[in-house]
Structures are given as C-alpha cells and as structure tokens.
C-alpha cells in the first residue's frame, strides 16, 4: 500500500486547504483511513477518519470546520479544512488500516500504512 499525499501550504487563519492522499495497492472491504497530524513539539494526534461503510469521526478541535471523503473511483482522500487557525499548523500524514473493527472506532486504532505528510501552516 502506498499512500501520497498532496495540497498543504501556508494559508492565513480563517483561510481553507484541501489535502489530497493519492492511495494505490488497496482492496479492503473493511478499513479504516484517516488523516492525521503532529504540530511541531508535539504528540501525533487523530483528524478525521473513514471507514469502509463509510463512517466519518471526528478529534474535537477540528469538529465544524474539517471533512474527510473519499473518491473510490480515484482511489483518493480528501481533508477538506475550513476556517483554520494557527494551532492547526503541523505536518499532516494520510494513513489506512485493514480492520474488521466497527469503524467508530477508526480514530482509535493503530494504524499500518502512512504516507510522508505534507505541511499546514496557518499564520494568523
């Protein structure tokens, strides 16, 4: 599995980006995906993931303002990030699991596959 992912930059707050994760190497019927990110100085923390039913959750920060989707005909991930702020500002890493697990569970689990990141810095 391969995971490429594309769309960071530097954005002012209140600004939007829509990163892109390019996914090859993927047949799971049961999974989980998800975007994740590490501010600089800081612990890895869950953004949004995705299961194979479909199934979106949330981390509280970006609740409102962030949307993960999936474009399975273009074997793509999107995080699309709206009204950002300057706490927003990490590398953010594209990342998928083959899991049975109920995928409400998606921000919880330990992840196999992670793409290089691409940076978001959001000045204010």
């Known amino acids: 599995v391969q995971l490429v992912e594309s769309g960071g930059g530097s954005v002012q707050a209140g600004g939007s980006l829509r990163l892109s994760c390019a996914v090859s190497?993927?047949?799971?019927?049961?999974?989980?995906m998800g975007w994740f990110r590490q501010p600089p100085g800081k612990e890895r923390e869950g953004v949004a993931t995705?299961?194979?039913?479909?199934?979106?959750s949330y981390g509280d920060s970006v609740k409102g303002r962030f949307t993960i989707s999936q474009d399975n005909a273009k074997n793509t991930l999107y995080l699309q990030m709206n009204n950002l702020k300057p706490d927003d500002t990490a590398m953010y890493y594209c990342?998928?699991?083959?899991?049975?697990?109920?995928?409400?569970?998606?921000?919880?689990?330990?992840?196999?596959?992670w793409g290089q990141g691409t940076q978001v810095t959001v000045s204010s």
């Open positions: 190497g993927f047949a799971w019927r049961s999974y989980c």
């Open positions: 990342a998928a699991v083959a899991t049975p697990i109920d995928s409400s569970w998606c921000l919880r689990l330990v992840y196999k596959h």
């Open positions: 995705v299961g194979g039913d479909g199934r979106t």
